[in-house]
C-alpha cells in the first residue's frame, strides 16, 4: 500500500511552453501533498503545500505564478510550471502524506518527473 | 531552505563493512526521517526517530538521535553492494507536517 505516482516520468518541452505533472495517491487519500525539486546531485528543496480544496502554501523564494499547484481531489496534485525556461529543468518529486491515517508523518514519494526545457 | 548538512557528503566503502552518515540540524523538530534515493529515483523511506527517541534499529539499520547536540547518525552494518544510493536526514518541524531535507550523503559499495 501508500503508492505515489507521477506522470509523465520525463519530459522535454521548448522554452516559453507550460508542462503540467501530476501526482496520485493510488491506494490512499491524501488531504496533502508536498512538491519539491531536486537538482543534479544536490538535496530536495520543498516548493510548496498542496492542500485539497484550498490553496496551496509556497515556499519563499517560490513563484507561486509560474508553479501553478492544483489539488482538486484527494488523490490528485498537479503542478503545471509555466513558460519554462531551461533553468527550470529539474527533476520535481511529489510526496503524499500519511498523517491521519496511522503513522507519524510518513511520507511516501513519487518516482519524479525529470523536466529538460530546451 | 534546508535544515541542516550531512556529512560525509560522500561515501566509499567496500561491501561488508559498515557505514555511517552524520546529519546535524538547525531548529527543534517532532521527528527525523532518513530516506534512500537510488539514482534519478524517488526517495525510500527507511526509517523514523521521534524527537523523544534515542535509538531505533531496523534490520541493518542503527539511527540515534541527540536533540542537545541536534544531530543524528544513520547506521548500516554489514553494507551490500545494493545499499549503493544517496541518503537523506528529513526533519519535521511544525505542525505542517512539511519536511526539510537535509544535504545529503553519496554511499558508494564497492563489491
Known amino acids: 500500500g501508500a503508492v505515489v505516482s507521477q506522470h509523465p516520468s520525463w519530459v522535454i518541452c521548448k522554452s516559453g511552453t507550460s508542462v503540467k505533472i501530476e501526482c496520485r495517491s493510488l491506494d490512499f487519500q491524501a488531504t496533502t501533498m508536498f512538491w519539491y525539486r531536486q537538482f543534479p546531485k544536490q538535496s530536495l528543496m520543498l516548493m510548496a503545500t498542496?492542500?485539497?480544496?484550498?490553496?496551496?502554501?509556497?515556499e519563499q523564494g517560490v513563484e507561486k505564478d509560474k508553479f501553478l499547484i492544483n489539488h482538486a481531489s484527494l488523490t490528485l496534485s498537479t503542478l503545471t510550471v509555466t513558460s519554462a525556461h531551461p533553468e527550470d529543468s529539474s527533476f520535481y518529486i511529489c510526496?503524499?502524506?500519511?498523517?491521519?491515517?496511522?503513522?507519524?508523518?510518513?511520507?511516501?514519494f513519487g518516482p519524479g518527473t525529470r523536466l529538460t526545457v530546451l | 531552505s534546508q535544515q541542516g548538512e550531512e556529512d560525509p557528503q560522500a561515501l566509499s566503502i567496500q561491501e561488508g563493512e559498515n557505514a555511517t552518515m552524520n546529519c546535524s540540524y538547525k531548529?527543534?523538530?517532532?521527528?527525523l526521517q532518513w530516506y534512500r534515493q537510488n539514482s534519478g529515483r524517488g526517495l525510500v523511506h527507511l526509517i523514523l526517530?521521534?524527537?523523544?527517541?534515542r535509538e531505533k534499529h531496523s534490520g541493518r539499520l542503527r539511527v540515534t538521535l541527540d536533540t542537545s547536540k541536534k544531530s543524528s547518525s544513520l547506521l548500516i552494518t554489514a553494507s551490500r553492494a545494493a545499499d549503493t544510493a544517496s541518503y537523506f536526514c528529513a526533519t519535521d518541524v511544525d505542525s505542517s507536517y512539511k519536511l526539510i531535507f537535509g544535504s545529503g550523503t553519496r554511499l558508494l559499495v564497492r563489491p
Open positions: 510526496s503524499a502524506d500519511l498523517t491521519g491515517q496511522g503513522s507519524h508523518n510518513e511520507q511516501f
Open positions: 498542496s492542500n485539497e480544496g484550498s490553496k496551496a502554501t509556497y
Open positions: 526517530i521521534r524527537s523523544n527517541e
Open positions: 531548529t527543534s523538530i517532532n521527528n
